[in-house]
């Protein structure tokens, strides 16, 4: 059985350049932040360009520092979702943290005001850190400068950041060639489902359409309300390969919505060592229990190996990354010590954390006991976001959508998020979807012996592109049977 790995998401239903100036002209600090000239880089505060201002390169964006910044940004708000998820839900977890972030930065696009701000922060879009030397106003493009370098924060515009998340969904769409054949399939999809004859403005539906590929499809809320329900479900359940199936059910659409945004990924990929079955065999995975019981334990196939993987430790928990085949995604895996220790490690799993550990991993020999598991996570996310910040674009009366008509007053309804999850010998499947309805008034020496990693009892792990850092999903086992 080949393993497959899908994830889908997303529903919503219903760069800038500054200008440095310095002795003999300006300089202008680019999309990516850098300082350019024609004649290559100049590095620090106040530098002056080589040839004057006919040297300036304005407005050169860097597409692998956009990428990476788009890919930061979701994985930032990805560690931010999953502390307010892991205190919130119980059990196991498993969520797309890309499929929500992708669906989310679709709706952006029409936010505006304090919907816009608050949907930024949240969301953790990119702010450049720019260094300058202050101007004395009054002179033009030939400003004098103070001589003091000033730091500035530059939140990414409108204008910029959907290109970049553009970049980002090409990149994820095209994975390299292994002897003629893709060394996995990837592919990530979007549409937009609007009223029939709804005035949608027509700079917000070409910046989903120029950056997500978002086509928009007509569909009847209003007098076919049901009908419209099961065609967006059947396109979730045809990009899905039937794994994610009534992602949206009844009630969450009604007369009053007026555009469902998805976004769906596909992933398919086998381990790049597979466990060997015949290696397979059943063990004790412990888990706490409730408060005031004893802890418990289940018997459940546990698979192994001894191989070399990505693998790093603390003194308060151990981490391996293994790899799909061909090296260009993993699963990486985080283990507390002690089995009643993953509350205390969900509490230091932040961006900044996660981006420091996950710079020490080292390729060591790893004797690997992992459990098979398969589960399905469901729940809705309106509540979670509007503790996260986004409070404005859930209310009728203070959301502001007007980037995307101004016909009505729209608001987020309701977000809703499904996520099935199996892995076993081959590799991993899965699936994910997420509805937002918005509606009117929305490395060390080789050691000689290798590393123990038995994962028997609760753990965090996910999955994640390599190429650009993007987390594409996340979650937990806490009993895998």
Known sequence: MKARYWIVAGFLVAGAIQVMATPGGPVIVTQDGDVLTAKGQLKGPGRRPPHGPKDIAMNRPNPAKEIAAVAKSGNAFATDLYAKLAGKEKGNLFFSPASIHTALAMTYAGARGNTEKQMFTTLKFPIDKRWGSAPVKGEG????????AVRTLVPWPQDRLHPAYGLLIKKLNAPRKVRGKPAYELVVA???????????????????????????????????????????????????KQKIKNLIPRGVVNPATRLVLTNAIYFKS???????????????????????????????????????????????????????????????????????????????????????????????????SLPKFKFTSQFGLAKTLKTMGMTDAFSPKTADFSGMTTADKLFISAVIHKAFVAVDEEGTEAAAATAVDIAMTAMPPRPKQPKVFKADHPFVFMIRHRATGSILFMGRVMNPK
């Open 190 to 240: 979007n549409a937009l489902w609007g009223q029939k004859g709804y005035p949608f403005k027509e700079v917000f539906t070409k910046t989903v359409k120029a950056n997500y590929d978002a086509g928009l499809e007509e569909v009847d809320y209003v007098k076919a309300t049901e009908a419209s329900r099961k065609k967006i479900n059947a396109w979730v359940e045809k990009k899905t």
């Open 270 to 368: 086998n381990w790049d060592e597979k466990f060997e079955k015949g290696a397979t065999r059943e063990g004790k995975f412990r888990f706490p229990a409730r408060a005031g019981e004893m802890a418990m334990a289940v018997r459940v196939p546990f698979m192994h190996q001894q191989k070399r993987h990505g693998y790093m430790e603390t003194d308060t928990f151990q981490a391996v990354d293994l790899m799909y085949r061909y090296g260009d995604l993993s699963m990486t895996i985080f283990l507390p010590r002690k089995f009643a220790d993953l509350a205390a490690f969900e509490k230091t799993l932040t961006a900044r954390n996660l981006t420091k550990w996950l710079g020490q991993f080292k390729r060591e020999t790893v004797q690997l």
């Open 141 to 148: 493009m030939n400003m004098r400068t103070t001589g003091r």
